[in-house]
């Protein structure tokens, strides 16, 4: 679906999940991540672009692992320390993963896909059309239900900076494996905040398109 396409449904507020494709589990397993290999820090800084141009075919179940892990996984155990910063340590930031066969949530503590609904939501991801055909479409969404230490006026730019933090650190995994990725804020919010099902005290923040290069 085009652009153009994409506002006038959005206009007449008919920008809706579409039928999913594929086996959608409860609980969707994620390999353990690999935490070696990949490039050097400085050289993936230089290869870090954004790229929109994506090929359709599925990530490897290790290559989604490791996305995810780099996102916003744990990597202190034994403090629940997270690979991305968060303010009082809040955790306000939730990761849904949009895929064909539904849209899941990330649990960073048991490393797994929780399913939130049936629905390919990934068109109404954004207004671009690549959404539509790239395997994932990552949305960052902030819970200010957890922010109750922080400053009601500071909340929004605390979750804010905690997302851009998970989305570099998406870039810079995709960088070092040679994935293309691309940050978008161009997005329905009412559209997708409805066909993802949010809350009032739940606010979308930024989606990230990751896959293949075309």
């Given at each position: 679906m085009n652009t153009l396409t994409k506002l006038a449904l959005?206009?007449?507020?008919q920008s809706v999940a579409r039928d999913s494709t594929g086996e959608a589990l409860a609980t969707l397993a994620l390999l353990p991540p690999?935490?070696?290999?990949?490039?050097?820090?400085?050289?993936?800084?230089?290869?870090?672009?954004?790229?929109?141009?994506?090929?359709?075919?599925?990530?490897?179940a290790q290559t989604l692992s490791n996305l995810l892990w780099a996102a916003a996984g744990v990597n202190r155990p034994e403090l629940?320390?997270?690979?991305?910063?968060?303010?009082?340590?809040?955790?306000?930031?939730d990761l849904y993963v949009a895929l064909p066969e539904g849209l899941y949530r990330y649990d960073a503590g048991a490393h797994c896909l929780k399913?939130?609904?049936?629905?390919?939501?990934?068109?109404?991801?954004?207004?671009?059309?690549?959404?539509?055909?790239?395997?994932?479409?990552?949305?960052?969404?902030?819970?200010?239900?957890?922010?109750k230490?922080?400053?009601?006026?500071?909340?929004?730019?605390?979750a804010n900076a905690a997302a851009g933090a998970m989305?570099?650190?998406?870039?810079?995994?995709?960088?070092?494996?040679?994935?293309?990725?691309?940050?978008?804020?161009?997005?329905?919010r009412e559209a997708l905040a409805k066909a993802m099902g949010l809350t009032q005290d739940e606010e979308l923040l930024l989606a990230q398109t990751v896959g293949l290069p075309a």
């Open positions: 959005g206009l007449l507020g690999q935490l070696d290999g990949g490039l050097p820090l400085m050289q993936a800084l230089q290869r870090r672009e954004s790229q929109r141009e994506f090929s359709s075919s599925v990530l490897p629940g320390g997270r690979t991305a910063p968060s303010a009082m340590n809040a955790q306000e930031v399913l939130l609904q049936t629905k390919d939501v990934r068109p109404v991801t954004g207004y671009q059309d690549f959404v539509d055909t790239a395997p994932l479409d990552l949305v960052f969404v902030a819970d200010y239900r957890r922010m230490l922080v400053p009601a006026k500071q909340r929004g730019a605390y989305a570099q650190n998406v870039y810079l995994y995709c960088a070092s494996i040679g994935l293309a990725t691309v940050i978008r804020a161009w997005i329905d």
